[in-house]
């Protein structure tokens, strides 16, 4: 392929909304747009990525940690556990094994949060039960939702308990008999009510009393309640355990590469250029590099380089090696740099002094040495570099 034909539009400087260093190399360097779309070369890359990105994978979806990525995951660093945070699994310990004792009102004046709550009682928020209403979007039907007060609910383990919900209104509240604030399943009616599966093993907790100012201290499930559905609503947070090996689990940033249906070029791209770069510009192994080798000519003063070249350039070509043909008349610091910021493995240099002695410049693009090769060794070079 030559330069010309691929449109290569390489800039010197970074662009100004570049997030990260990688999408500013790969902007500089012509593979995508500063609006995120894919150039020509960029294609290229997407159309051959095999294992040259560090990934954390499922069976459904693979990501790649960046701090700038827009979807939290949790994973484990010991069994390479990876999932999506608001589906993460992790074992959940009873805070105590305490027998059921019996149900008393309290007065719990300005205490509408869980924060006030356990203060108030001078309980740790393991010890008190939260609770959250929702309407059903399908059906309106109440739901109410109870997880321990220190936990937080992850909305989408619920959505995938009971459907689509949205958060209930101040009047749906007050007509399913709760009271903002005071509220707890105990004495509801009609209600959908959805415990999270550690609120059944966890005694005498406080709730709502339903009555506004009011709690219940040591309310049990299934003596005081009991819920319609019992199931993991909890998001997982770094520290968490390991459902699988029992380890610390770690929370992180990430891009998407793949899901089952799709697959995001834009961000293995990003994820590619984020591992594969240096102070000049992309640096891809050859598994990803869109072009084996990137051959170009210094214009000559007695010689025609550039016919020289073309013809390396076909014989290269004939013999199987990807190679970028940068066919301008540019200066010669113009290419090396564009070299350098497209970062193809093998920068091949036809000059009037190395080819009257029938050899080429070689450079690796991590390589700090420039080569003479013959010229008629130069496919076997490129074939096994
Ligand atoms: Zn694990």
């Given at each position: 392929?030559?330069y010309?034909e691929?449109?290569i539009?390489?800039?010197?400087e970074f ?8 999408f ?10 500063r ?10 890359v997407?159309?051959?990525?095999h294992?040259?990105?560090p990934?954390?994978s499922?069976?459904?979806?693979t990501?790649?940690?960046l ?21 993460a ?9 305490e027998?059921?004792?019996a149900?008393e ?5 300005d205490?509408?949060?869980?924060e006030a709550?356990a ?13 959250l209403?929702?309407?059903r979007?399908?059906d309106?039907?109440?739901v109410?939702?109870v ?6 609910l ?5 959505r995938?308990?009971?459907g ?21 399943p105990?004495g ?21 009393a339903n009555?506004a100012?009011y ?19 909890i998001?997982a947070?770094?520290?968490?355990l390991c459902a699988?090996?029992?380890?610390a689990?770690?929370?992180?940033s990430?891009l ?7 697959i ?7 994820a ?7 102070d000049?510009?992309?640096?891809l192994?050859?598994?990803a ?5 990137y051959?170009?000519?210094v ?12 013809e390396?350039y076909?014989?290269?070509k004939s013999?199987?090696v ?8 540019e ?8 070299a350098?910021?497209i970062?193809?493995p093998?920068r ?18 991590m ?19």
């Open positions: 392929m030559k010309r691929l449109n539009q390489t800039q010197r662009p100004n909304n570049a997030r990260t260093q990688g500013g190399w790969l902007v500089r360097a012509g593979y995508i747009t609006e995120n779309e894919i150039l020509p070369l960029g294609e290229q997407a159309k051959q990525i294992d040259s990105i990934t954390l499922n069976e459904r979806e990501y790649f940690q701090s700038t990525g827009s979807t939290e995951i949790i994973h484990c660093p010991s069994c390479k556990y990876a999932e999506r945070r608001e589906l699994q992790f074992i959940k310990t009873p805070f105590s094994d027998a059921p004792l149900v009102k309290i007065l719990t004046p205490c509408p949060t869980i709550l203060n108030f009682l001078s309980i740790p928020k393991e010890k008190t039960a939260k609770a209403m929702f309407t979007v399908a309106s039907r109440f109410f939702v997880v321990r007060g220190d936990m937080t992850s909305e989408e383990k619920l995938r308990a009971v689509d919900v949205r958060m209930a209104t101040a009047e749906e509240i007050q007509s399913a008999g709760a009271a903002a604030g005071y509220a707890s105990i509801l009616k009609g209600a959908l009510i959805v415990v999270d599966d550690l609120i059944p093993r966890s005694p005498n907790l406080a709730a709502g009555d100012g709690h219940l201290v040591n309310t049990n499930y299934g003596r005081d309640y009991s819920a319609e559905i019992v199931t993991d609503l998001q947070d770094a520290g968490h699988k090996c029992n380890h689990l770690e929370l992180t990430a998407l590469l793949s899901s089952a249906s799709e995001y070029f834009e961000n293995i791209l990003l590619l250029a984020e591992t594969h770069h240096d000049k510009g992309l640096t192994p050859k598994s590099a869109p072009f084996d080798v051959l170009m000519h214009p000559g003063k007695q010689m025609d380089t550039r016919a020289q070249a073309e390396i076909q014989t290269l013999a199987g990807k190679v970028l043909f940068d066919d301008r008349d200066r010669a610091g113009v290419k090396f740099n564009d350098d910021l970062g193809c093998i091949i240099t036809a000059g009037e002094k190395a080819l009257r002695e029938d050899k080429v410049e070689v450079k690796g693009r390589s700090a040495q420039v080569e003479l090769v013959e010229r008629n060794a130069l496919v076997e070079y490129a074939l096994k570099a």
